[in-house]
C-alpha cells in the first residue's frame, strides 16, 4: 500500500508564496501521473495540477502562472509551488496518484491546509 504524505501548508497572506511536498512510500518514477487537488469548505474537490511522466503539465486556468508543479526525483517528491497566493487559494490540498492502465487515482494523501488571509 502505498502512503502519500503532504507537507507545507500554512496560513500567509495574500501574494504570498507557499510551496508544498508530496512524498511517497514508493517511487513517482513509474507512476503515470501525479496530480495536486484542493477542496474548499461547502466546494467540490478541484484539480490544481498535474505532472505525467512524459513530464507534461496540467494547470488549472485560476493557477495559471502563479503556481508550479515539478517532480524532484532527487528528493522523491513532487511540489507545488504557489506564489501570489489569493484568498480564493484557501483549501485542504491533497496529492494522488495515478498509476498506468488505471482510470481513476489510485492513491491520495490525507491533505494539507492552505489558509490564505485578505
Known amino acids: 500500500q502505498v502512503q502519500l504524505v503532504e507537507s507545507g501548508g500554512g496560513l500567509v497572506q495574500t501574494g504570498d508564496s507557499l510551496r508544498l511536498s508530496c512524498a511517497t512510500s514508493?517511487?513517482?518514477?513509474?507512476?503515470?501521473?501525479v496530480a495536486w487537488y484542493r477542496q474548499a469548505p461547502g466546494k467540490q474537490r478541484e484539480l490544481v495540477a498535474s505532472?505525467?511522466?512524459?513530464?507534461?503539465?496540467v494547470y488549472a486556468d485560476s493557477v495559471k502562472g502563479r503556481f508550479t508543479i515539478s517532480r524532484d526525483t532527487a528528493k522523491n517528491t513532487v511540489d507545488l509551488q504557489m506564489n501570489n497566493l489569493k484568498p480564493e487559494d484557501t483549501a485542504v490540498y491533497y496529492c494522488?496518484?495515478?498509476?498506468?492502465?488505471?482510470?481513476?487515482?489510485?492513491?491520495w494523501g490525507q491533505g494539507t491546509q492552505v489558509t490564505v488571509s485578505s
Open positions: 494522488a496518484t495515478l498509476d498506468y492502465g488505471s482510470s481513476r487515482y489510485n492513491y
Open positions: 514508493g517511487s513517482f518514477f513509474d507512476v503515470y501521473v
Open positions: 505532472s505525467r511522466r512524459d513530464e507534461s503539465t
